[in-house]
Structures are given as structure tokens and as C-alpha cells.
């Protein structure tokens, strides 16, 4: 059963039962009608390609589901076959347990069980909404006896009328190889700065993770409903991947701990990889979501 939250003009519905995924966010400007922050999902049970979920113990793709630690192949479920990848983690297919709830916080967690399943971790996710916005809390534990490279990402995904705008500062994206997959340099993308920005439906399709995100945050604006939002990131959430599907009026603006397919691309650098925890260590990180009017 979904879980409301409303408190300071904002408002959640999550599903712990469907990965803790959030189904709706909106906000409310004084005494007027809700706003959608997210492209409302209807049916988590179909697919998830709108609301938000959370992509654990990796983000984004790793190619042919399969890399090596320790001189050891470890493999990891293949949930897109077709494109030969292992994508998004699969704490998203899990139910979650409720550990506390109040009128304006939620936390749930999860420790993912199942055969095949490489590694041993808790996870916890803690909504809160404040005057200041929507907080989702990430903290990862490793709870197995070895070192885990782990990840984890949020994967929201934002209604895109015309006009829409996305502006965020990047040192630039990482260039693609023909499986889609990062490789440098990296090449700026002028179409987010501030001083060049477009609306969405000119900019190309793009699913891309962009490097030196710094100050971590970005800004969308909606003028047709004279609303925009922040969104900032902190802890581990060092990295921004940016989707715009062709054949959809949503996008996705997603702050990631580590780049696509890093265990296979030591070239890319330390800043790009995954972080290896060590039994009982921990990973944390937040997003936050702050509507305005403009």
C-alpha cells in the first residue's frame, strides 16, 4: 500500500512494496492547485519510467553484467538482456519495510536476499519534507564478511511541457562508445549553461553522465506554470546524468555516486568509481528537491 506524506506544500506518495519507489511529488504555492515535480507514475508494477526509484548497489549500466574484483568474476543479474546489460541495481525490485513514519518523514529500509546476488549490504531511504524541500537520505551498509565496490543514484524523472529549461555547471559530458558506454575526453554541452540553455525539445536526445559537477545542483524551469526547482546533491552524489528519451515529453536528471560501467573502465579515474566498502563501513548521500515560483 502507498505511503502519503504532506507537510509545507509538498507532497510524496511512495510505494515501499515496489522498490521504495516514490510514485508522485508536487508542490502547492500558497492556497492554489498541486504542481507535479515528477512525472506521476501510475503503475510501478508495469515499469518504472516516471516517478523516482533508487539505483542500488550500482547506477546506471554495467556492460554484460560482469566484472573482476579481487581476481574474482562477479556477476551481476542481467536485467536487460537485450542490450547485454545490467542496469539501474535491483533494490528497486524489492519490497521495503517501513522502519518509521511521521507527517513528514518516512524511512524505509532493505537488505536484499536472493540467490545469485553477489554481495551482502542494508540499505535505508529517509524522505522528509521540510520548508526547505524534499530530502531523500541514501545510507548504504555493507553487511557481508569482504570489500564490495558499491553504487547508487537517484533516477527521477521531471514532466517536460514546452519551454522547459535545465541549466547546471559540468566540467562536460563523457563521450560514448558505440554501446553507449563512457570513454573521454569529456565535450562540453552548451545547451545546459546558464548562459546558452535551450529549451529541452531543441536539444538532442542525450542519456549521458556528466563529470565536475560543481556547485552540486541544477536547476529546471517550467515557465508555463511559473514554477522552476533546485535540486541539489551531497555525500557520495558527485556525478549528474542527464537522460532526454526521443519519444516522451520527461527527462531525467540523476545525481549518481559513480559513472556507467566504471568496473570496467579503470581508465576513467578515481573520481569516476565506485566506492569499495569494507565489511560494516557505510555510504551516504542526499538529494534534495526545492520548488519555487518564478
Known sequence: MAIALEAFGYRLVVAPEHGATILRADWRRGDA???????????P?????????LMAPFANRIHGGRFRFEGEDILFPMNRPEANMACHGFTRDFAWQVLSLSADCLALGCKP??????WHFSITQKLCLSPDGIDIELIAHNTGLRPLP?????????PRPPGTTLTFKAAGAYRQDPLGLPVTPLEPQP??????????????????????????EARIDWPDR?????LRAEGALKHLHVYLPETRAVFCVEPVSHVPDVVNRPEL????????????????????????PI
Open 113 to 118: 536476499e536472493a540467490p545469485g546476488y553477489p
Open 45 to 53: 508494477q508495469d515499469a518504472l519510467n516516471a516517478g523516482c526509484f
Open 226 to 230: 511559473q514554477m522552476a526547482l533546485c
Open 191 to 216: 545547451a545546459f549553461d546558464l548562459t546558452s540553455r535551450q529549451p529541452l525539445e531543441r536539444v538532442e536526445t542525450i542519456d549521458r553522465c556528466f563529470a565536475g559537477w560543481n556547485p552540486r
Open 150 to 158: 558499491f553504487g547508487f543514484g537517484l533516477h527521477p524523472w521531471f
Open 269 to 292: 579515474g578515481p573520481d569516476a568509481a565506485m566506492t569499495v566498502l569494507s565489511p560494516q563501513e557505510m555510504l551516504q548521500g542526499k538529494m534534495t528537491m526545492q520548488a519555487f
Open 33 to 43: 492547485e498541486w504542481l507535479p515535480i515528477l512525472e506521476p507514475l501510475l503503475r
